[in-house]
């Protein structure tokens, strides 16, 4: 089992920056691709970004790519995300996964999910 806790969600102006983190139980982190997701209200849940277990190979969509950069701490069992140049469609809700495979992560097939942190961006 694996429980997964967001934090560094807020209200930032466009243009601003975030960084997320998601704290992981277990003694087994790097056996897992973290990844990152998002849902803004009345849409489906979408990937974001993912990590490899080293933290080596990073993967993201092509929303973010080049303002979001996931990165790992495997000995203190967190993932980030730093969020930069944030735009108001940004917005929403984002949540932390895990999977053993980076195939399930990246279509959100993950078996572990945080709570989730909201993240608004204001125009």
């Known amino acids: 089992q694996v429980q997964l806790v967001e934090s560094g969600g807020g209200l930032v102006q466009a243009g601003g920056s975030l960084r997320l983190s998601c704290a992981a139980s277990?003694?087994?982190?790097?056996?897992?691709?973290m990844g990152w997701f998002r849902q803004a209200l009345g849409k489906e849940r979408e990937f974001v970004a993912a990590?490899?277990?080293?933290?080596?190979?990073?993967y993201y969509a092509d929303s973010v790519k080049g303002r979001f950069t996931i990165s790992r701490d495997n000995a203190k069992n967190t993932v980030y995300m730093q969020m930069d140049s944030l735009k108001p469609e940004d917005t929403a809700v984002y949540y932390c996964?895990?999977?053993?495979?980076?195939?399930?992560?990246?279509?959100?097939?993950?078996?572990?999910w945080g709570q989730g942190t909201q993240v608004t961006v204001s125009s």
């Open positions: 990590a490899s277990g080293s933290g080596t190979s990073t």
């Open positions: 996964a895990a999977d053993g495979q980076l195939y399930k992560v990246k279509r959100g097939l993950n078996a572990y």
């Open positions: 277990g003694r087994t982190f790097s056996s897992y691709v």
